[in-house]
């Protein structure tokens, strides 16, 4: 899947799942939407990413690459508590993310491929 579609699909599953995060247990939890901003963030790259601006794409992989390790103590807390919908909701923003970064190192080295032919 190209880059701009997976940073498309990342800020939207931060948004979603980060938003469900801090509304889930009864009462506002605003660490929660850490993921919401980087994920506000993402969608208003989504445009240079998509016409492959290579400053634009690096600040993308940098705030994804970001996030996915600061998601991991939330999830392994959740872990921790065995609380289900946390693990999960943590844990589809830690795959998407993951998956994300994965089209970024593809499309790096598709274009490093095409300058050099």
Same mark, same amino acid.
Not at 4 to 30: P, Q
Not at 83 to 105: D, E, H, K, Q
């Given at each position: 899947?190209?880059?701009?579609?997976?940073?498309?699909?990342?800020?939207?599953?931060?948004?979603?799942?980060?938003?469900?995060?801090?509304?889930?247990?009864?009462?506002? =939890?605003?660490?929660?939407?850490?993921?919401?901003?980087?994920?506000?963030?993402?969608?208003?790259?989504?445009?240079?990413?998509?016409?492959? =601006?290579?400053?634009?794409?690096?600040?993308?992989?940098?705030?994804?690459?970001?996030?996915?390790?600061?998601?991991?103590?939330?999830?392994?807390?959740?872990?921790?508590?065995? =609380?289900?919908?946390?693990?999960?909701?943590?844990?589809?923003?830690?795959?998407?993310?993951?998956?994300?970064?994965?089209?970024?190192?593809?499309s790096?080295?598709?274009?490093r491929?095409?300058?050099?032919?």
């Amino acid at each position: 899947m190209k880059a701009g579609t997976m940073t498309l699909l990342a800020a939207i599953a931060l948004i979603g799942l980060g938003a469900w995060g801090a509304f889930d247990g009864g009462e506002f =939890n605003k660490t929660a939407l850490i993921p919401v901003v980087f994920g506000v963030v993402l969608l208003a790259l989504v445009p240079g990413v998509r016409k492959e =601006n290579k400053v634009v794409a690096h600040i993308a992989v940098s705030l994804v690459l970001l996030i996915t390790l600061a998601l991991f103590m939330p999830l392994m807390k959740a872990i921790g508590r065995s =609380n289900t919908p946390a693990i999960l909701r943590v844990g589809a923003m830690v795959v998407m993310c993951v998956l994300a970064l994965v089209s970024y190192i593809q499309s790096f080295i598709a274009a490093r491929k095409a300058r050099e032919a």
